[in-house]
Nanobody, 115 residues
Framework: QVQVVESGGGLVQPGGSLRLSCAASGSIWGISIMGWYRQGPGKQRELVAAITTGGSTNYADSVKGRFTISRDNALSTVALQMNSLKPEDTAVYYC?????????WGQGIQVTVSS
């Protein structure tokens, strides 16, 4: 089993920045890809960014150039630096940790971009 816990959300004005952090614990040796997803009001959950053990990254087109995902394999943590935030980035953000058998999810953390 893997436990995933997010931190760092909150309220920010348009154009501002936030940093989300996520820590995995438990059977962490089985984790391959870690990533961030989000679900906005009335929308389906979507991939924001993901990173492999080797450091390869993948970003949603809507966040390219504004968000940066990073990972510390030794600590089993992943972070999402979000810059130039827009109101449409408002969502609940979920951290995920993928093993060969399943995807583990955090409880989600609210990010609100509003003036």
């Amino acid at each position: 089993q893997v436990q995933v816990v997010e931190s760092g959300g909150g309220l920010v004005q348009p154009g501002g920045s936030l940093r989300l952090s996520c820590a995995a614990s438990g059977s962490i040796w089985g984790i391959s890809i870690m990533g961030w997803y989000r679900q906005g009001p009335g929308k389906q959950r979507e991939l924001v960014a993901a990173i492999t053990t080797g450091g390869s990254t993948n970003y949603a087109d809507s966040v390219k150039g504004r968000f940066t995902i990073s990972r510390d394999n030794a600590l089993s943590t992943v972070a999402l630096q979000m810059n130039s935030l827009k109101p449409e980035d408002t969502a609940v953000y979920y951290c995920s940790a993928r093993t060969t058998t399943r995807n583990y999810w955090g409880q989600g953390i609210q990010v609100t971009v509003s003036s």
